[in-house]
Structure formats: structure tokens, C-alpha cells
């Protein structure tokens, strides 16, 4: 690959002709030899390879004991990481990431051609919509239209929920033009927040997966999509085995809550929304029959969880 870090469509370097004179030679062995013909059929498959966009796989810094990160001698430091991961993102690629909950896929959500790509590497039903991911809380009121105080926001963000808003119009229109309503998460995950930061719009957040199957939680769990994506970060193994991913709940109506995934923080979150907020349940046309029984005991098997509830006694 090329020297230059953040290079998504690279050049061949010198250290790696040695390699690709060995595919050239492969190459041109596969071929009867016929004298300079083979040999510029080698060079063209070469180029060829040089050209082809790959997925660039990178490991985040271990957390140590103490909270910083543990740097490994021979691993890419998480800034340029930063770096390059958001270069894709801006040359609308899709990526993987690690979330507080599950890995994700993203992109720009501003990015027209961007999110008609990750529907196709996810081969999502367009009719489906995608979440958006914001890297502070005040980033939520330049896309969404809040009916809830800030406060509420900061009780349950950062953290491993998703809040369903009424769309502003500064969204990109392409994004879920079939719904007047958008999701916004601000996951409790410090790579994630600061790739927001560092790109100064949202992304466009969904699961790394093929669409229906199982959600991941390392990236090895995804491996057939990586042809398909610039950059995939690994995080590490995600702590929440239940694969639930975030809960999800439409705050579009004043002064009512609707649940539309349970999740893996569902108990906590209600907690906040009935006990601190007031908030009713509105159950919409269809009251389910068995929700109302079990989302008092559905609990988040992570840190985040009880964190949402140290927040809600403040």
C-alpha cells in the first residue's frame, strides 16, 4: 500500500513492488509466455491490484486500568486512525466502528451517494430507515425538532439509546424521505464520538451486518463485508453478549413516550422518561399484549445501564 495513511485509492510503493512483482510473475506463468505481450499483460494486472480499493483494517488502543489507552509498538495511534477513518467518511466511503452497544456501519448522512452505499453493502430494504449519529448533545437540536427538556437528553445521552425525533430540515432530504422522523444516538463510546466531532456533521449509524442477520460484536463477526467498506476499526470485543443493541424510543409527541425496540437499556430508560419526566406511554393504535408484562425486566447487561440510572437520581 501507499506510505501516505489515509490513501483509499493507492499507488504502489517500493515496498510493495517486491510483492507485486512476485503477483506479476504468477501472472505471466499463468499466461503461455510470448515475449514482451506477457509481461505487459503482468504489468497490467499489477497496476490493476495497486488500483482496487481495500478495506483497511485498524485496532483502537487498548483501555488500561486507569482509563487511557495502552499504546502497542507495532499499532497505528488511534489520532490517525481518526485521521483516516474520517477521510473515507468524507470521500463517501462506508466504514465499520465499534459502538457502546454493537459494531455499526456508517457514513456521512449528508452524503446522497454515501447512503445509497451503505444500503447496498448492508442490502437493506430501502424502505428501512437509518439512525444518525451526533457527537454532543447540542447536535441533536440542528437536526431534530426536541419536544423534551435538554436535561432529559443529558440523563440518557451518552449512552445505549436511540431518541426518535421529529426531522429538521437541514437533514438531508435523501436520508428516510419516506418519514417525517429521524433517530439520534450519541453512543457512550469515545472513538465514535470524536470521529462525529472530527467530521463535523452526523453520520449515518445501522448494524454491521448483512440485513436480518445476527447483530456483531467483533469484527471478525463481519468479515464478508469488508471488500465492501474503506476502513474497518476494531474495537475489541463489545462487552454487551445480548446483542440487543440500543433502545429505541419515539420522543416525536409532546409529553408521550413510544417504544419501538426494546433493547438492551429499556428498563432504565423508562425509569427516566415515567419517573424523573412524567412521560405517559403512548401506545399508538395497537397496544401490544405482552410489552407492558416484560419491559420492567428487561435490564442492560453493560455499564451503561445503571449509569443511565446514577444519572435519572441526580
Same mark, same amino acid.
Given at each position: 500500500?501507499?506510505?501516505?495513511?489515509?490513501?483509499?485509492? +493507492?499507488?504502489?510503493?517500493?515496498?510493495?513492488?517486491?510483492?507485486? /512483482?512476485?503477483?506479476?510473475?504468477?501472472?505471466? %506463468?499463468?499466461?503461455?509466455?510470448?515475449?514482451?505481450?506477457?509481461?505487459?499483460?503482468?504489468?497490467?494486472?499489477?497496476?490493476?491490484?495497486? #488500483?482496487?480499493?481495500?478495506?483497511?483494517?485498524?485496532?483502537?488502543?487498548? +483501555?488500561?486500568?486507569?482509563?487511557?489507552?495502552?499504546? #502497542?509498538?507495532?499499532?497505528?495511534?488511534?489520532?490517525?486512525? =481518526?485521521?483516516?477513518?474520517?477521510?473515507?467518511?468524507?470521500?463517501?466511503?462506508?466504514?465499520?466502528?465499534?459502538?457502546?452497544?454493537?459494531?455499526?456501519?456508517?457514513?456521512?448522512? #449528508?452524503?446522497?451517494?454515501?447512503?445509497?452505499?451503505?444500503?447496498?453493502?448492508?442490502?437493506?430494504?430501502?424502505?428501512?430507515?437509518?439512525?444518525?449519529? $451526533? %457527537?454532543?448533545?447540542?447536535?441533536?437540536?440542528?437536526?431534530?425538532?426536541?419536544?423534551?427538556?435538554?436535561?432529559?437528553?443529558?440523563? =440518557?445521552?451518552?449512552?445505549?439509546?436511540?431518541?426518535?425525533?421529529?426531522?429538521?430540515?437541514? =437533514?438531508? +432530504?435523501?436520508?428516510?424521505?419516506?418519514?417525517?422522523?429521524?433517530? $439520534?444516538?450519541?453512543?457512550?463510546?469515545?472513538?465514535?464520538?470524536?470521529?462525529?466531532?472530527?467530521?463535523?456533521?452526523?453520520?449515518?449509524?445501522?448494524?454491521?451486518?448483512?440485513?436480518?442477520?445476527?447483530?456483531?460484536?467483533?469484527?471478525?463477526?463481519?468479515?464478508?463485508?469488508?471488500?465492501?467498506?474503506?476502513?474497518?476499526?476494531?474495537?475489541?470485543?463489545?462487552?454487551?453478549?445480548?446483542?440487543?443493541?440500543?433502545?429505541?424510543?419515539?420522543? /416525536?409527541?409532546?409529553?408521550?413516550?413510544?417504544?419501538?425496540?426494546? %433493547?438492551?437499556?429499556?428498563?432504565?430508560?423508562?425509569?427516566?422518561?415515567?419517573?424523573?419526566? %412524567?412521560? /405517559?406511554?403512548?401506545?399508538?393504535?395497537?397496544?401490544?399484549?405482552?410489552?407492558?408484562?416484560?419491559?420492567?425486566?428487561?435490564?442492560? +447487561?453493560?455499564?451503561?445501564?445503571?449509569?443511565?440510572?446514577?444519572?435519572?437520581?441526580?
Amino acid at each position: 500500500m501507499s506510505t501516505t495513511p489515509c490513501s483509499w485509492w +493507492p499507488t504502489c510503493d517500493p515496498a510493495e513492488l517486491g510483492f507485486m /512483482s512476485l503477483f506479476g510473475f504468477v501472472a505471466a %506463468g499463468l499466461i503461455p509466455f510470448r515475449g514482451p505481450h506477457s509481461s505487459a499483460v503482468a504489468r497490467r494486472l499489477g497496476t490493476a491490484m495497486c #488500483q482496487e480499493p481495500k478495506a483497511r483494517l485498524f485496532r483502537l488502543s487498548p +483501555p488500561a486500568s486507569n482509563g487511557s489507552t495502552v499504546r #502497542q509498538e507495532t499499532q497505528t495511534d488511534d489520532s490517525e486512525i =481518526l485521521r483516516c477513518t474520517a477521510k473515507a467518511l468524507k470521500d463517501s466511503h462506508v466504514v465499520a466502528v465499534p459502538t457502546d452497544t454493537i459494531y455499526g456501519l456508517a457514513c456521512l448522512a #449528508q452524503n446522497a451517494e454515501a447512503v445509497r452505499k451503505i444500503y447496498e453493502v448492508k442490502e437493506r430494504n430501502g424502505q428501512k430507515p437509518l439512525a444518525i449519529c $451526533v %457527537g454532543e448533545i447540542r447536535d441533536i437540536y440542528q437536526y431534530c425538532k426536541v419536544k423534551v427538556k435538554e436535561e432529559l437528553l443529558h440523563d =440518557l445521552l451518552p449512552g445505549p439509546v436511540t431518541l426518535v425525533f421529529e426531522r429538521s430540515e437541514e =437533514l438531508n +432530504p435523501s436520508l428516510n424521505p419516506f418519514t417525517s422522523l429521524v433517530g $439520534v444516538r450519541i453512543p457512550d463510546h469515545a472513538f465514535l464520538r470524536r470521529l462525529c466531532q472530527m467530521c463535523g456533521e452526523p453520520l449515518a449509524l445501522t448494524s454491521a451486518n448483512i440485513s436480518s442477520q445476527t447483530s456483531t460484536v467483533e469484527v471478525q463477526e463481519f468479515q464478508e463485508l469488508w471488500s465492501k467498506l474503506a476502513v474497518v476499526v476494531d474495537g475489541g470485543p463489545i462487552g454487551d453478549q445480548t446483542r440487543q443493541g440500543s433502545t429505541v424510543i419515539d420522543l /416525536s409527541v409532546l409529553g408521550k413516550y413510544r417504544i419501538i425496540r426494546p %433493547g438492551c437499556a429499556l428498563s432504565a430508560t423508562l425509569d427516566v422518561l415515567e419517573h424523573k419526566y %412524567g412521560l /405517559s406511554e403512548d401506545w399508538g393504535d395497537e397496544r401490544p399484549l405482552n410489552l407492558k408484562n416484560c419491559k420492567r425486566t428487561l435490564r442492560c +447487561p453493560t455499564s451503561a445501564d445503571p449509569k443511565i440510572l446514577r444519572k435519572a437520581k441526580r
